[in-house]
């Protein structure tokens, strides 16, 4: 049975503490895998939270929508046709997002897309692959999934921001490259990032809020504040909401509705 939590999340901020801007509430999405149902339980939780707030309301979405999940096809349909009413919505790019992308130039080079999640995304659409495609395969998958992408999917994929920041915080996918200032970071560092970033204590000039890197709690630190629970293998999505000094979390929490282990890319 699929249920929502509301919590509170770390302690109440004192003068010095990082925060969004007066007037302002930000609601983070982790990554999502192609786990529609979740996606729609967590944007009706989100609807209800925000429904008495009169400021301005902003959805960040950190990437990876896609892949692992059953349902990827329908996640974009429900981002695009779907948009939650008096929300502005900011869409980053993950890495899964850009292995699509570089499978539809080359897929030969890309191939790797399918062990950790095209298969899925693809099934969405409805292509299927043997297991062991070879040159010819791989070129004509590539191309199915060209012909029957629409264009509105091939546009999102394509404009996804790399980051985005509101107050002291920063939102990216996978991290940030410490010691780099964060209108220098590397395009790469922003997809695919982990331990360099995760196991840093450096101040980063704001708090980084990202997702990529599974953990089986929201991973909370004086410099990053990381935001993948999993979702395709625990049912758990997860959005960490920012107002003022304050922060707390909506979650869905359910069966989970994919079998890959939690520790895949």
Same mark, same amino acid.
């Given at each position: ?21 007066? =007037? ?101 659409? =409805? ?102 629970? =999993? ?27 994919? =079998? ?6």
């Amino acid at each position: 049975m699929l249920k929502t939590l509301l919590k509170p999340f770390g302690k109440r901020a004192g003068p010095g503490s990082p925060a969004v801007p007066e =007037g302002c509430r930000v609601y983070a999405v982790g990554d999502i895998h192609g786990c529609d149902d979740l996606l729609g339980a967590l944007h009706r939780r989100i609807e209800r939270d925000a429904a008495a707030w009169e400021g301005r309301k902003l959805l960040v979405y950190l990437g990876d929508y896609i892949d692992r999940g059953p349902a990827s096809k329908q996640v974009i349909d429900r981002l695009i046709g779907q948009p939650l009413a008096g929300f502005e919505s900011v869409f980053l790019k993950g890495n899964h997002e850009q292995a699509l992308l570089d499978f539809l130039d080359y897929p030969e080079e890309a191939a790797s897309w399918l062990t950790f999640g095209g298969r899925e995304t693809l099934g969405s659409y =409805g292509i299927r692959t043997s297991p062991y495609p070879g040159h010819r395969e791989l070129v004509g998958v590539s191309e199915a999934l060209s012909t029957v992408l629409p264009d509105s999917h091939r546009d999102f994929f394509n404009n996804g921001r790399m980051s985005w920041s509101s107050g002291d915080y920063y939102f990216v996918h996978a991290g940030i490259r410490p010691g780099v200032a964060l209108d220098r970071q590397n395009l790469d560092d922003q997809l695919w990032i982990r331990e360099d970033f995760t196991e840093s204590r450096a101040d980063h000039g704001k708090i980084v809020v990202h997702g990529h890197t599974i953990a089986p709690e929201v991973e909370l630190y004086p410099n990053r504040i990381g935001i993948d629970t =999993g979702a395709f293998a625990s049912g758990v999505l997860t959005c960490l909401v920012l107002e003022g000094k304050e922060q707390r979390l909506i979650q869905t929490a359910g069966d989970p509705v994919g =079998g890959r282990h939690a520790g895949d890319n």
